[in-house]
């Protein structure tokens, strides 16, 4: 029997848009401090698996597990409170602040400071926001609009604003979409030293970013859980690679 304890998981879980089911069934279980990605064609329901465990999207059937508590159709407020965070794929930071000022906002509960910070103090950060700088290597970019940032740092400066929150769970869609290979392989590093302190599900279609960070890998095919396994077990799968016929081969939507 598996010892690990299961951070979250989902039962038998759906959805159906106007009868069209895109996810249909589907069955995840995830350990505690795991990184666990997950792939799939284009339109096997991985974003919309996403959406319906942070609430996003109401399922229509199923269940969606938190440290064996259900939260299935909780409002997306609580379930984040809860501590699951999620990052789209389109990077949501407030462009015309700073990185240090978007970095006070993630970690601030009360609107009512929002001004005090907009206009931005020069206190030191705090140790816990300090260590995520220090992680996504945006130190020297601290007084810089987000609006100047690279493509990479806009996304790292996102997966700061979500670990400054520092949620057990992280759900992270295509991450490096559109990024460089230099961007990847640093955001390979960021999601690598994450691992152990945070349970990771990750949306992503570069294999060799695959290869680098992870241990499981999930693969969603017509919204169901078709097959689990290490890289080589999934790149080598008859029924994976069946899954994939039409499409550009595993690895690409
Ligand atoms: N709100 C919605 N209403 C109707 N259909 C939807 C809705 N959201 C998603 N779909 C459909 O559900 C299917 C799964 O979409 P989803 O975005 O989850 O796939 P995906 O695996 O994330 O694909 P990709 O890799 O292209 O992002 C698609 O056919 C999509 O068109």
Redesign the pocket.
Known sequence: MDERRISFAVKDLSVD??G?K??NGMNLSVYKGELRVLL??????????M?LISGR?KSTGGKVLLNDKEITNWEEHLISRAGIGRKFQIPNVFKELTVRQNFLIADCKETRVLPNIVRGSHRELPDHIARVVELTELYDFLGTEAATLSHGQTQWLEIGMLLVQNPDIILLD?PTAGMTAHETRKTAEIITRLKGRHTILV?E?DMAFVRSICETITV?HH?QNLAEGTVTEIENSAEVQAAYLGSAGIGH?
């Not at 339109?43 to 919309?48: E, S, Y």
């Open positions: 848009f106007n069209f895109a996810v799939g064609a284009n339109g096997a329901g991985k974003t919309t698996l959406d999207t295509e949306v279609h969603m919204g939507a």
